[in-house]
């Protein structure tokens, strides 16, 4: 396995494989260590590595970005449900919403929202939609909020 810039591969105290990666080649948060080094689990790194949103954040693939800042990113969706559907991403790959934390949720619909705005869907209604796990519909393992909207939504949810 390699990693863009150097990783400096560790065991943690029961054994499971770490690496250290210099901050400023790292595509998404470790664990923080210094200022310079982040820590992630080996089959995390692995996981982000194939993850087509962090891709996405890395600008590996493209994407039609509406949206960039700090903790998030925001690009319309590939194979849209209404005229205007986005996804709002965390840059953190967090697998879940089961995962998230509050401060990040926050930034989040925020950002949903100032994206409704944007588009003109804000006054009219507009849906923010998570799926969690499988059966919750939930498709690429790396959270995501839908920001739907553009004409008369459907009331199935289910």
Not at 74 to 95: G, N, T, W
Not at 142 to 154: A, D, E, Q
């Amino acid at each position: 396995m390699r990693v863009k810039g150097e990783a400096s591969p560790c065991r943690d105290l029961a054994g499971v494989i770490k690496l250290i990666i210099p901050l400023e080649q790292s595509f998404a948060y470790g664990v923080e260590i210094d200022s310079k080094y982040a820590v992630f689990a080996e089959e995390d790194l692995e996981a982000m590595r194939e993850c087509v949103f962090c891709k996405i954040i890395r600008k590996e693939m493209p994407a039609d970005i509406v949206l960039e800042e700090g903790d998030l990113i925001a690009f319309r969706d590939i194979r849209p449900q209404a005229p205007v559907h986005i996804l709002v991403v965390p840059k953190e790959h967090i697998s879940s919403l089961l995962d998230l934390g509050e401060e990040l949720a926050g930034k989040l619909l925020r950002a949903a929202v100032e994206i409704a705005r944007k588009e003109g869907i804000a006054e009219r209604g507009f849906r923010v939609v998570v799926n969690c796990g499988p059966e919750g519909g939930q498709v690429i393992p790396h959270l995501h909020f839908h920001v739907l909207g553009g004409r008369k939504l459907s009331d199935a949810l289910g």
